[in-house]
């Protein structure tokens, strides 16, 4: 596919140049520099191109600017075509001279070149000036308000010629969403760095690196997909910033984004009351979950057997929605465990989308209710239990025809759903049991 990078310095608006271009809000933007810390890929809204907001360059030797650096002219590297954006009212600066020095000998693609921020003649600069960065004429837009966009298309459709093609005729197939949740500083980066097999995502040994839910795809284990780096969730009295608080949000919207969802937890620490609250919204969400106890290679011997059961009986414990919350033991920096967490994710994930026979679920339901009859209803009559099928995915959603008195109870929908779940092997889907009553005719 097309690549095209976005650079420049902090602060010139390229985040906003992004979230434009995708037609999405993927890249979190602010007013204070420096906010995005890792590359960020996406794809064009009407055009086959992908397309990567990266980092400001700054002149760091060490620490996350630096590394934010790196990754961002790996970017440049790597691209048929760079946007490099600089901001107009604050005009030309000597980090957009060396910058754009740096860009040239780094790559051979064509540049664009980009005077953001363009809205009011009065507070710009002196236009002319940006000649001197060697990228030929200086374009004017406005990120914010969509303006000059066009002539970002021109310029992009005129390199990569025949690759341009209709949404329709280049739609890409669906592939499956992983997102990868937690805490801050439980490994998630360690994660995605693994499975893409080279460090793609910045990890350093503190909370808070990550702030971008970070889309990226890949395959692994034989499958295409698009992994989900997010930023850390903490308890909602420990954020304190503004920034903070917009990449929470960001991280809970690729819960609705996935279509399963890892949430990485720390084997060397007890399992908080935050990690289940996670695990909650996932279920709530009618997502697949799947807990990646991590750093399991820290964990002495003797105490693995205990820890794994104690967390399996807290997730029983705490979520109706699920018959066997699937627990798998990983350590994300050795690699150990990361693959079989992959096979199992895509065996649910199969299962997940086929469609189980309706004489099968009927056969199964009617052993369920021979071993245990439905109570009585408040009105002492009996409940009667018709007929049933699947008519949902993701969840797994059972309807259920009854006649009579249908106010089934909780703890027999609960017996149902178990013994459903373990004869149609969906003890890892979350499940949804509906009740459609029969219309009595002689009403």
Known sequence: MFKVTIAGRPNTGKSTLFNGLTGTRDALVHDRPGVTRDTIGGTMRDRPYQIF?????????????????????ASIMNSDAVLFVVDGRTGLTNEDLDWARLVRRKTKAPVLLLVNKTESEKRLSNVHDFYKLGFGEPIMISAEHKRGFDEIYDFLDKIAGDTVKTTEETAPQQKLKIAVLGQPNVGKSTLVNKVLGEKRQIVIDAPGITRDTVKIPTNFYGRDIILMDTAGLRRKAGVKDDVETLSALKSLDAIEKADVVILVVDAT?????????????????????????????????????????????QFTNSFHQIIKPMILAISAETGSGVQNL??????????????????????????????????????KRPMKIKFARQTGRHPMKITINVGGASDIPESYTRYLRRGLAEALKWEHLPIVIEYKKDDNPFD
């Open 269 to 313: 620490k007890n399992i908080e009351n935050q990690a289940l609250g996670i695990a909650a919204r996932v279920y709530d969400a009618g997502k697949i979950l799947c807990v990646a106890l991590n750093k399991w290679d820290l964990i002495d011997q003797a105490e693995r057997d205990e820890k794994l059961l104690k967390l399996k009986h």
């Open 53 to 73: 907001d990266t980092a400001g360059l700054e002149n760091a030797k060490t620490g996350i600017a630096s590394d934010s650096t790196n990754m961002a002219i």
């Open 342 to 379: 992959f096979r199992r994710i895509y065996e649910q994930w199969d299962i997940s989308n086929s469609d189980a026979p309706t004489s099968l679920i009927n056969r199964i339901l009617e052993k369920l209710i021979e071993s245990r009859q439905p109570p009585m209803s408040r009105l």
